[in-house]
């Protein structure tokens, strides 16, 4: 057809054709590759959203393994304690009305009764007093003794408290000791205790007081 045509028109004809032949490919061609990426986005995310269940699973099956172990030791725990025997509940032992108690002896202390105080501290010990209050009767006892000036009975009252394996007095004994010995006038042990005090327990209130003691030595 194009053939009959005029020469004038043919290559109009033929130019209108190429465009829209050209037109036709590009309005179509661009949608298989738009499709194609839409779908690879999409699969993209599924391996993202699949990994991170993934790692979750894992965490979960850790956690469940952690949890497993802590309720076989619980277990373990229980079965030895079923096979222990009910602990003895440690209580103040009774003493008869004469004797008192820690607290009659500190305040026969405080009012300056020291043979009374020192007799009710050491009939607790006596009777079997805890361990939380026997380092305290020993001591207490030594403190009754200095106050009487029999300085030599209460540095050895005050060793005495060394002999417990814990004790919270240990460092009030110990800075007792070097003021017996201050009181005596034995001004050589004196210095001495108070030295030892410090080495012995730097972390007790009392360095301070050791060493303004040592510094009028």
């Not at 690879?40 to 172990?69: F, Y």
């Not at 103040?92 to 405080?110: C, I, K, T, W």
């Not at 009487?148 to 209460?154: C, I, L, N």
């Amino acid at each position: 057809m194009i053939k009959n045509l005029p020469g004038v028109l043919a290559v109009p004809v033929i130019v209108l054709l190429g465009q829209i032949g050209c037109s036709s490919s590009s309005s179509t061609l661009p949608e298989l590759p738009s499709a194609a990426e839409d779908m690879q986005k999409e699969i993209n995310a599924l391996q993202v959203s699949n990994d991170s269940l993934k790692a979750q699973a894992a965490k979960l099956e850790q956690e469940k393994r952690a949890l497993s172990t802590r309720i076989t030791d619980l277990e373990r725990q229980i079965d030895t304690l079923k096979t222990q025997p009910p602990p003895v509940e440690e209580k103040m032992p009774v003493h008869r009305q004469s004797s008192g108690s820690y607290q009659d002896a500190l305040n026969e202390f405080r009012q300056r009764n020291y043979n009374d105080a020192a007799g009710i501290f050491q009939q607790l010990l006596d009777n079997g007093a805890p361990k939380g209050l026997a380092d305290n009767c020993t001591y207490w006892i030594g403190e009754c003794l200095f106050a009487q000036k029999r300085y030599d009975e209460a540095i050895a009252q005050f060793r005495k408290v060394f002999d417990f394996q814990w004790s919270e007095k240990k460092d009030d004994s110990q800075l007792m000791i070097a003021n017996a010995y201050l009181a005596q006038g034995n001004k050589g042990k004196a210095r001495e205790e108070y030295q030892r005090l410090i080495k012995k327990f730097p972390a007790s209130p009392f360095v301070k007081r050791a060493n303004a003691k040592l510094a009028k030595l």
